[in-house]
């Protein structure tokens, strides 16, 4: 109807009836506003050159030449539709978890402190990531078994688990988007020289460096950082974007349960202080399920996931059978030739198989240490 060059003898009288009821203008990028009560419901009229995208509300379109007419209720937020969704305008980053954070940033390496639970963490994730990336290697060096892997560290604040990875030969590139945290990550790097060439630590986000490191990496870690960003699917679509094909993304996060808040959030930080209060949103905590889904979407085929428990008496983490509170999950990128497999879970053998390497093993807290 309005797809020619010249409007018909109804539309020029659809045109005249517009510009008297409601005359809008809009310079090269303004936002487009209709006032509360006087132009609802009306047709609204306005000369556009880029092509806008509303969302929200009911939008009918009417093109002619480069003229644009949207019917709707309400106009409120628009895009560019041709915008990528790692942008840096479109973060995964939530400003107040920042500055829960930042107050936090000078007590990373203090083992009895508040980030007590997460240096215990080491003894599962560390040998979880070690174990599942030498799966995909035929040989790998005798002290050194990481060696020649690229690994990214999402939201590596000091730098917990950037330095043991680094130890066991890999390349790490650790990025967080608090100064505070690289500072002194840079700083306690700086003590070990072999350290300091392997490890490469940025303050930025996952997002601001998609592009340059697309496809680079053989493993991608996210280690209790899910629960902190704002936007999931494009977190993990990111992740997806810089692993190479038949790379491994690792995550351990909370579950979203009744028991998580019980005790994630009540008694942990309400109650007996573990972690400060306000670390933690339960409505961020998301569960196996969904995270699988997500991952699925995005060309990854989940491979593992298994519960874990921290005993805040022993100030120690174990393997267990049950998700719902703490889990690890690993998931394995397609590599274009395959289609994704329904994900597997950990079932009693894995699961006791785990339990072997973790805390209790005392070859592990000597790798560790080296």
Not at 40 to 67: A, D
Not at 138 to 161: E, F, N, R, T, Y
Not at 297 to 319: D, F, I, R
Request: net charge neutral; aromatic share 10%; proline share 4%.
């Amino acid at each position: 109807m309005w797809g020619g060059r010249k409007l018909s003898s109804f539309g020029n009288r659809f045109l005249g009836v517009l510009r008297s009821r409601c005359w809008s203008t809009q310079a090269e990028g303004a936002r487009l506003t209709s006032s509360a009560g006087e132009c609802q419901n009306q047709v609204s009229w306005t000369p556009q050159t880029k092509p806008w995208v509303f969302s929200e509300y009911r939008i009918m379109w009417f093109k002619s030449c480069r003229m644009t007419f949207a019917c709707l209720n309400r106009m409120k937020i628009y895009r560019y539709p041709w915008r990528r969704l790692y942008s840096t305008s479109q973060t995964t980053v939530d400003n107040s978890e920042i500055k829960t954070f930042l107050a936090l940033a000078h007590r990373w390496w203090d083992e009895q402190g508040v980030y007590a639970p997460l240096h215990s963490m080491n003894d599962l994730r560390v040998p979880f990531i070690r174990d599942n990336l030498l799966k995909t290697v035929a040989h790998h060096q005798s002290g050194k078994p990481l060696s020649g892997m690229k690994i990214l560290d999402v939201g590596c604040g000091g730098g917990l688990l950037s330095e043991p990875l680094g130890r066991l030969g890999a390349s790490v590139i650790g990025i967080d988007p608090v100064d505070e945290n690289i500072k002194i990550a840079q700083h306690h790097k700086s003590f070990d020289p072999v350290l300091d060439k392997r490890i490469e630590y940025r303050a930025c986000s996952l997002e601001e460096i998609v592009e340059e490191t697309a496809e680079t990496c053989d493993a991608v870690v996210a280690s209790e950082v899910v629960e902190h960003v704002i936007d999931l699917e494009t977190f993990i679509q990111c992740c997806c974007q810089v692993l190479k094909p038949g790379g491994s993304l690792f995550i351990t996060t909370i579950n979203k349960t009744q028991l998580s808040y019980a005790l994630g959030i009540v008694f942990s930080e309400q109650i007996a202080g573990i972690v400060p209060k306000g670390t933690h949103t339960w409505e961020k905590f998301v569960s196996p399920e969904k995270l699988e889904s997500i991952l699925e979407s995005n060309g990854l085929s989940v491979q593992t996931v298994a519960g874990m428990l921290y005993n805040p008496l022993s100030g120690y983490w174990h393997w267990s059978e049950n998700t719902s509170l703490n889990y690890a999950a690993h998931a394995v990128k397609s590599t274009g030739q395959e289609h994704p497999v329904p994900a597997e879970f950990v079932f009693k053998g894995e699961t006791e198989e785990l339990r072997d390497k973790d805390s209790t093993n005392p070859g592990v807290q000597e790798e560790l240490k080296k």
